[in-house]
């Protein structure tokens, strides 16, 4: 996007190439705009100079500047929509709004919204389109500009898609207000380069601490998986193959012996130590089926620096164990009985994130070095999922 409108007007033949894989690896990243469109665009470089929070990001806080605002707002978005945490932002902003100044519709979309049945060998069902949605950003506007008395007020408001159970249904806020918070614990026997399957994720908490190891290096990253042409970067995709790195740990829950539905907004708790003075962490949830597969339905991520605040770097002292507070993207999924809920822990997502270093100058660093982190669980140092469960 910053390529098709980096030259104040659109053209999207200018993001429309065949060599990202290329462009995506220039380094130092300053130099990107300049190498890959022989031209220099001042405000890519600008965000892609290293900075803490300062005057310069607060400029595009809206969230920020809009606390005191109350404005009638109807807010769509969606389980794979790449600014899902913009949406997350604005219904924290609603939350106490009287009702009928707020309507919040999340369904089973990308960032284009209301478009498809079904998604990367993912269907969503029937139901997954909403053909009323015109009719009812109309009467909204209708409503709340011409004060007509249409009953779009009156109507639920949230409305929302529970994957895996493809229906609609309705609540009076979001967070859902009749859903229950529950701890999903990270455990295993130590060993380190834990691989599929052997890192164990329990409803109770472990007594016994432990931790699982391994190295990241910024030279090979992990993958996301995305289909680049598509320009989304939030898509379920399989990641059975990608859970086979040994930059990798996989924490499974036993197969489930009845249907499990988690609604919301989720945040993985962990306590990491690593030999870097900072390192990324990339946490997923997956829904690995009955035949292993393993699809990706939330992820969040943070760099360890940034672990108190984003308004001032805090490097990792070696040693040193720390906890990370990472919140994911949303969902309403159900885990059907006989699969179980996957979580993974790595520190790169090629493709979504520039690998960060390991160094002070993080992702922007021409220099690299090879990480050794680690996850602790158990005991004092209890790595978790915070989820809501649905009744």
Not at 166 to 185: I, Q
Not at 206 to 221: I, K, S, T, V
Not at 344 to 358: L, Y
């Amino acid at each position: 996007w910053a390529f098709a409108v980096s030259q104040k007007t659109f053209h999207p033949e200018l993001m429309e190439r065949d060599d990202w894989e290329k462009v995506l690896n220039i380094r130092p990243l300053t130099d990107l705009p300049k190498k890959a469109l022989g031209y220099d665009v001042p405000f890519i470089t600008r965000w892609l100079e290293p900075s803490d929070y300062n005057d310069f990001w607060r400029m595009s806080n809206w969230q920020e500047r809009s606390v005191r605002a109350q404005i009638p707002a109807l807010i769509q978005s969606g389980w794979f929509d790449d600014n899902g945490m913009g949406t997350t932002e604005a219904l924290e902003l609603v939350h106490d709004f009287p009702r009928g100044m707020r309507k919040v519709i999340l369904g089973p979309w990308q960032h284009s919204g209301n478009s498809k049945y079904d998604m990367h060998g993912v269907s969503f069902g029937s139901q997954a389109l909403r053909f009323d949605l015109d009719w009812l950003y109309f009467r909204w506007f209708e409503h709340h500009l011409k004060e007509v008395d249409n009953g779009i007020d009156q109507t639920a408001p949230v409305e929302y898609y529970t994957l895996g159970q493809e229906v609609w249904k309705t609540a009076e806020n979001w967070p859902v207000p009749e859903t229950r918070v529950t701890h999903l614990y990270l455990d295993s026997d130590g060993h380190a380069n834990t691989s599929a399957g052997d890192g164990r994720l329990t409803f109770a908490k472990p007594e016994r601490e432990n931790c699982d190891g391994y190295a990241y290096d910024p030279e090979n990253p992990s993958q996301h998986i995305i289909d680049m042409s598509e320009n989304e970067i939030e898509v379920p995709e399989d990641y059975t193959r990608e859970e086979l790195r040994q930059d990798l740990l996989c924490y499974t829950s036993p197969v489930l012996k009845e249907d499990l539905v988690l609604t919301g907004d989720m945040t993985a708790e962990l306590y990491i130590s690593s030999d870097a003075p900072d390192t990324d962490f990339v946490v997923r949830v997956t829904d690995v089926d009955e035949n292993g597969r393993s699809i990706k339905l939330a992820d969040g991520l943070l760099s360890a620096r940034y672990r108190n605040g984003f308004a001032q770097s805090e490097f990792l002292q070696e040693g040193e164990i720390v906890c990370l507070k990472i919140r994911t993207t949303k969902l309403s999924n159900c885990f059907r009985k006989g699969h179980r809920i996957r979580v993974t822990v790595t520190s790169s997502a090629k493709n979504f994130i520039f690998p960060n270093s390991n160094t002070r100058e993080g992702f922007a660093s021409a220099r690299t070095v090879v990480a050794h982190n680690r996850v602790y669980h158990g005991g004092l140092h209890a790595s978790r999922l915070t989820v809501r469960v649905e009744p």
